[in-house]
T-cell receptor, first 112, second 110 residues
Framework: ETGVTQTPRHLVMGMTNKKSLKCEQH?????MYWYKQSAKKPLELMFV???????ENNSVPSRFSPECPNSSHLFLHLHTLQPEDSALYLC???????????FGPGTRLTVT | KQEVTQIPAALSVPEGENLVLNCSFT??????LQWFRQDPGKGLTSLLL?????REQTSGRLNASLDKSSGRSTLYIAASQPGDSATYLC?????????FGPGTRLSVLP
């Protein structure tokens, strides 16, 4: 595997379900990011982990819970989501030194 | 508030034309600016990164410029091809915070 990978690529879940999104980077980076991309809206930065410490949490509802167990892996745990949470969730990574971001292919989430 | 805008929202050109996409940012204390392309339903592909100390970067047919004082960046695409059709996004980096523009949807017609 190369670059940034995300699994699953598609996910359909009910509002009472609990699921997790996974991101893995194979670039030797030390910062990782979660973004939400909704139709007709710019990308929204959700969470930032730098050197495995969470450094940014942009007013994201608590039904989204990130986890970064090491510098290569990032998770987004989901529970009791709302239909308006349906979106493309993108993971990215970078080196803290230059912040040049590389993105994964995204997980298309549909909440029913 | 840090905001990034992009003009035009959509652009359609015949193959072979040179074109310019525009990106404006409200906060000039930018660390760097990055241009991406996104194909429908896919992730973002990095095109060019310009550090705040640089004026421009080039990669193949692409050239990006940065003018911090005016809060503007442009992406110049030379000799456009149908394969260039995609949405182009610019993002301002302010340390740990990244602010994206809404994108310009480009269609290059054969």
């Amino acid at each position: 595997e190369t670059g940034v990978t995300q699994t699953p690529r598609h996910l359909v879940m009910g509002m009472t379900n609990k699921k997790s999104l996974k991101c893995e980077q194979h670039l030797g980076h030390n910062a990782m990011y979660w973004y939400k991309q909704s139709a007709k809206k710019p990308l929204e930065l959700m969470f930032v982990y730098s050197l495995e410490e969470r450094v940014e949490n942009n007013s994201v509802p608590s039904r989204f819970s990130p986890e970064c167990p090491n510098s290569s892996h990032l998770f987004l745990h989901l529970h009791t989501l709302q239909p308006e949470d349906s979106a493309l969730y993108l993971c990215a990574s970078s080196q803290v030194a230059n912040y040049e971001q590389y993105f994964g292919p995204g997980t298309r989430l549909t909440v029913t | 508030k840090q905001e990034v805008t992009q003009i035009p929202a959509a652009l359609s050109v015949p193959e072979g034309e040179n074109l310019v996409l525009n990106c404006s940012f409200t906060d000039s204390a930018i660390y760097n600016l990055q241009w991406f392309r996104q194909d429908p339903g896919k992730g973002l592909t990095s095109l060019l990164l310009i550090q705040s100390s640089q004026r421009e970067q080039t990669s193949g047919r692409l050239n990006a410029s940065l003018d911090k004082s005016s809060g503007r960046s442009t992406l110049y695409i030379a000799a456009s091809q149908p394969g260039d059709s995609a949405t182009y996004l610019c993002a301002g980096n302010y340390g740990q915070n990244f602010v994206f523009g809404p994108g310009t949807r480009l269609s290059v017609l054969p």
